[in-house]
Nanobody, 118 residues
Framework: QVQLVESGGGLVQHGGSLRLSCAAS????????MNWYRQAPGEQRELVAT???????NYADSVKGRFTISRDNTKNTVYLQMNNLKPEDTAVYYC????????????WGQGTRVTVSS
């Protein structure tokens, strides 16, 4: 079992920055692929950024060059640095821990809301 707690959301103006954090507990954090998803009102949840156990990253086209995902395995924490925020980035952001092998393990945080004003 992995427990995930997000923090760092809030209200920011167009062009501003926020850093989201996701603290994990309950299992060996370093073995999980970590992801940030977001869900805007009336929309499906979408994958925003991924960081593998080896530190490789991948981003949705809509956030490339603006968002940076990172992880600190010593602190069991994954981050999402969001720069040059746009109103279309407004959503609830969710942290996800994923482990695939013989079994698949998938854990979610409760979400943190980001609102970008125009």
């Amino acid at each position: 079992q992995v427990q995930l707690v997000e923090s760092g959301g809030g209200l920011v103006q167009h062009g501003g920055s926020l850093r989201l954090s996701c603290a994990a507990s309950g299992s060996i954090f370093s073995i999980y692929r970590m992801n940030w998803y977001r869900q805007a009102p009336g929309e499906q949840r979408e994958l925003v950024a991924t960081i593998t156990t080896g530190g490789s990253t991948n981003y949705a086209d809509s956030v490339k060059g603006r968002f940076t995902i990172s992880r600190d395995n010593t602190k069991n924490t994954v981050y999402l640095q969001m720069n040059n925020l746009k109103p279309e980035d407004t959503a609830v952001y969710y942290c996800n821990a994923n482990l695939q092998g013989i079994y698949t393990y998938n854990y979610w945080g409760q979400g943190t809301r980001v609102t970008v004003s125009s």
